[in-house]
């Protein structure tokens, strides 16, 4: 069975800092795929960023970006010149499997991003 | 992008009664969604996983009888929670997904429907 792990329950950054989430995933499927969303108190769930077991290079989206650290199973993200507005809970997730698996996905706890002024 | 529409955001039901959320995929065909449960401050738990036209697959744990899932087309999948209880209070959502990877990976979300049982 797959288990992501999120360590950290809450954060602190300054606003313009950056910050990382942590982020280690247990699974012994060859092809997976690891996610992060963002989750703002209105509850949706907004898509920041996607990494593939096979993708050699790490992925970055903007202000985002995942390092991905595939022998060591952790798939941080790094959040650059942070904003107010990234205050929310982060999930990082992972989908067993293949590109075109339909596995549901797997989510970690979360953590709370709190971003001061 | 790809958009899933749920409804209703937001239901206040007496004790005993049904609720039925409902999620539409608008501009692709979902051939498969999967449901979740989540309590407040913690992470989202699969309850379900349903394939157009056929029964859904329960999580361990979940009650088929009371987590009623239809998933008749390619575009609508409907989660019914019969004989609410105010522990069923919680925040469900849905999450759709098609063919491929697209550019979140393949996953699109609704925005999910927070249910109080009083």
């Known amino acids: 069975a797959q288990k992501i792990t999120q360590t950290q329950p809450g954060m602190f950054v300054q606003e313009k800092e950056a910050v990382t989430l942590d982020c280690t995933y247990d699974?012994?499927?060859?092809?997976?795929?690891l996610f992060w969303y963002k989750q703002p108190s209105s509850g949706e769930m907004i898509f920041l960023i996607y990494q593939g077991s096979y993708d050699e290079q790490n992925a970055t989206e903007g202000r985002y970006s995942l390092n991905f650290q595939k022998a060591r199973k952790s798939a941080n993200l790094v959040i650059s010149a942070s904003q107010l507005g990234d205050s929310a809970m982060y999930f990082c997730a992972m989908r067993p499997g293949g590109r075109n698996s339909g596995y549901a996905l797997n989510f970690g706890k979360g953590t709370s991003l709190l971003v001061t002024p | 992008g790809a958009v899933v529409s749920q409804h209703p955001s937001r239901v206040i039901c007496k004790s005993g009664t049904s609720v039925k959320i409902e999620c539409r995929s608008l501009?692709?065909?979902?051939?498969?969604m999967f449901w979740y449960r989540q309590f407040p401050k913690q992470s989202l738990m699969l309850m379900a996983t349903?394939?157009?036209?056929?029964?859904?697959?329960?999580e361990q744990g979940v009650e088929k009888d009371k987590f009623l899932i239809n998933h008749a087309s390619l575009t609508l999948s409907t989660l019914t929670v019969t004989s609410a209880h105010p522990e069923d209070s919680s925040f469900y959502i849905c999450?759709?997904?098609?063919?491929?990877?697209?550019?979140?990976?393949?996953?699109?979300f609704g925005s999910g429907t927070r249910l109080t049982v009083v």
């Open positions: 501009d692709f065909q979902a051939t498969t």
């Open positions: 349903s394939n157009e036209g056929s029964k859904a697959t329960y």
């Open positions: 699974t012994s499927d060859q092809s997976y795929g």
């Open positions: 999450s759709a997904r098609e063919g491929g990877e697209g550019l979140s990976g393949g996953y699109t």
